[in-house]
């Protein structure tokens, strides 16, 4: 069987991720405090960790959350320093190739 020829690989997806996580950090909350009231009724099921297991998600989101948000301001420091780097340095050339 002949080889298909290999292509490219997309560049990444940029995505808000910092929203994501941060709705569905709100969704867990949301379920947690919907699932509170019926608690008795839930347990008497056998469903009794429902509520707690939405708790454990809603912090769990939270640390999600910090975590993308440093992830964010890591990125923009990093484009920062490489866009001022590629400033100093004449126009983004490696200064090993650098012809004077």
């Known amino acids: 069987m002949p080889k ?3 292509h ?12 994501i996580v941060g709705g569905g ?3 867990w909350f949301v379920a947690f405090l919907a699932l509170l009231p019926f608690q008795g009724t839930l347990s008497d ?3 009794g960790t429902w509520p ?3 708790l454990s998600g809603g912090l ?4 999600g959350l910090w975590y993308c948000r440093a992830r964010r301001d ?3 420091r990093d484009r920062a320093a490489a866009a ?7 126009g983004g050339q490696d200064p090993a190739t650098q012809s004077d």
């Open 4 to 6: 298909t020829p290999l």
């Open 8 to 19: 490219p690989s997309p560049p990444p997806l940029e995505a808000n991720d910092v929203a």
């Open 25 to 27: 950090t709100v969704l």
């Open 45 to 47: 099921h056998g469903h």
């Open 52 to 54: 707690w297991i939405c």
């Open 60 to 63: 769990l989101g939270l640390i």
């Open 74 to 76: 890591a990125i923009a």
């Open 84 to 90: 001022a780097a590629g400033a100093v340095g004449g």
